[in-house]
């Protein structure tokens, strides 16, 4: 099995990196002399970790760095750098920029498309060390902070001034804010706060050649032309490297709450949505779904149940709810009228619900939603496709995937163990994961590029909030059209004429 995935890893490799490539002329791996130049240019030795200078660290130091969070994809870069300060970032890329030294920026490596990997020996630069809070202003609720913040840590540091971050994921406790704003992450709260392109105020840039492009502006209003800091939100590190983010952070609501109801068949989610949205108006902050095969995972792998197996028998699937409000009697008061309305019909729309009654229990319901992923790396290896379509169709489109491995006998031959759905239904954007055994060619030519062909069908999204990463360059046809594409490689190659940044990502 080992040997299989290593081949598939090399293959993955050996494809994008050609690709990549054909867009630079002549490229440069990191040498020893560049080590020692690094060494000079970073005011810290311990900024340096290379297996290119025997004094500095073995290939077990570069191990994390070089592979993703689900050990799919596996590079093999001899040196990171970690810096200090934009000014350090500046330098190291004005180096690389005149050699055409490959670079990967990395964050807190948690994303799910290998978009912070090398592919093969590229420069790793990560950004850990730049984590500052720059200010916080607790009147607006502007945070200014280094890129590489950890998500958590800028909500510890926000919360006692009232405020929270305006987005929340289940990395939050290792993920860094530059690597959110550069992948755009979407997250739990997208639905109340909206995406990171209209809470982002501002960003620090270091440009391929070393440039800093200063647009760290910290004012709500700025109608000055051409925004140029959105086209490095969601950039994935190919055309600069997100170094400092001034962000618009919301007051924390004083009450909060949620509730995890079971339906005894997918039909209901809408029509349950719809009554959610008139009961809770303004205080409803999340709407998750989870089919009932992500439960059983969920609570196979750990999670504690939050109803009795025989009450939830029937269900077909689950979704969360979480209100923010400003008091809790009057946003318990909203769940409730809605639990019984819910609950009234002849054909009730649900089969029970669980309201938590206390912080642990709040913190238990969502353990269960934010828990799935860890879960499913535990079950087995996940093809996953983190995709918009239709809420309507979530249900009908992890049904035609699990139909196709049926069909294709994966499933009666173990490869496919389970195809389930879940994700965030107030933002159309279902994750819809393929657990095999192990990562296997039959089971990817199976899956693709049937699935892209289903998502396009619908006139959807392959990549609602993950990105492209390395794994779906082939596919971005399916949702950017080719005149789409052309304007999409002039931008890369207005900023990056020498294609070293991220090299055989997004783009093919
Ligand atoms: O595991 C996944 O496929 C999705 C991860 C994340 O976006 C989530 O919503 O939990
Ligand atoms: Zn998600």
Not at 79 to 98: A, D, F, H, N, Q
Not at 279 to 295: I, K, M
């Amino acid at each position: 099995m080992l040997t299989i995935l290593r081949q598939n890893i090399w293959r993955v490799a050996k494809r994008d990196f050609s690709r990549a490539w054909a867009h630079t002329s002549s490229v440069h791996s990191v040498n020893e002399q560049d080590v020692e130049h690094f060494t000079k240019i970073l005011s810290s030795p311990s900024s340096v970790i290379s297996t290119l200078s025997p004094s500095f660290s073995s290939s077990s130091d570069l191990e994390n760095f070089n592979a993703d969070w689900m050990g799919k994809y596996k590079g093999h870069a001899t040196t990171v750098l970690k810096p200090r300060t934009t000014e350090e970032v500046s330098k190291i890329l004005k180096y690389c920029w005149e050699r055409q030294i490959h670079v990967v920026p990395q964050g807190g490596n948690t994303g799910l498309v290998g978009g912070s990997v090398p592919i093969q020996d590229e420069l790793v630069i990560s950004l850990s060390n730049l984590s500052k809070v720059r200010s916080f202003d607790p009147v607006s609720g502007i945070l200014v902070a280094d890129a590489g913040c950890v998500l958590e840590s800028l909500s510890e540091h926000i919360a006692p001034h009232g405020f929270i971050m305006p987005l929340d994921l289940g990395a939050k406790g290792s993920c860094q804010i530059g690597g959110n704003v550069a992948t755009n992450a979407g997250g739990l709260r997208l639905l109340r706060y909206g995406s990171l392109h209209g809470t982002v105020l501002g960003l620090e840039v270091v440009l391929p050649d070393g440039t800093v492009l200063d647009q760290l502006s910290t004012m709500r209003k700025d109608n000055t032309g051409y925004d140029l800091k959105q086209l490095f939100i969601g950039s994935e590190g190919t055309i600069g490297i997100i170094t400092g983010v001034s962000i618009l952070t919301p007051p924390a609501p004083k009450s909060t709450n949620n509730v995890v109801l079971a339906l005894p068949s997918f039909s209901n989610v809408i029509p349950v949505f719809k009554a959610t949205r008139q009961h809770l108006s303004e205080v409803l902050s999340a709407f998750e779904y989870f089919d009932r095969t992500a439960y059983d995972l969920a609570l196979k792998h750990g999670h504690a149940a939050p109803f009795p197996a025989e009450e939830v028998e029937g269900a077909e699937c689950y979704v969360l709810l979480e209100t923010s409000g400003g008091k809790k009697e009057h946003d318990d008061e909203k769940i409730n009228t809605l639990l019984e309305t819910l609950l009234s019909d002849e054909d009730s729309l649900i089969l029970t619900g669980t309201l938590s009654q206390s912080p642990s229990q709040f913190a238990s319901l969502w353990a269960i939603r934010e828990g799935l992923t860890e879960a499913v790396s535990k079950e087995g290896k996940a093809y996953k496709y983190d995709i918009s379509v239709p809420v309507s169709s979530f249900a009908e489109v992890v049904g035609t995937v699990r139909a196709r491995c049926e069909e294709k006998g994966l499933i009666s031959r173990g490869l496919v163990k389970h195809v389930i759905g879940y994700g965030h239904v107030g933002d159309g954007n279902l994750h819809l994961n393929v657990i095999a055994s192990e990562y296997n060619d039959e089971v990817a030519q199976t899956l693709e590029p049937f699935v892209y062909e289903v998502v396009a069908s619908h006139r959807g999204s392959i990549s609602a909030e993950h990105g492209i990463g390395v794994m779906k360059t082939h596919a971005l046809k399916y949702s950017k059209d080719a005149i789409s594409r052309q304007w999409m490689r002039k931008i890369k190659d207005i900023f990056d004429s020498k294609g070293i940044m991220n090299p055989g990502k997004v783009l093919e």
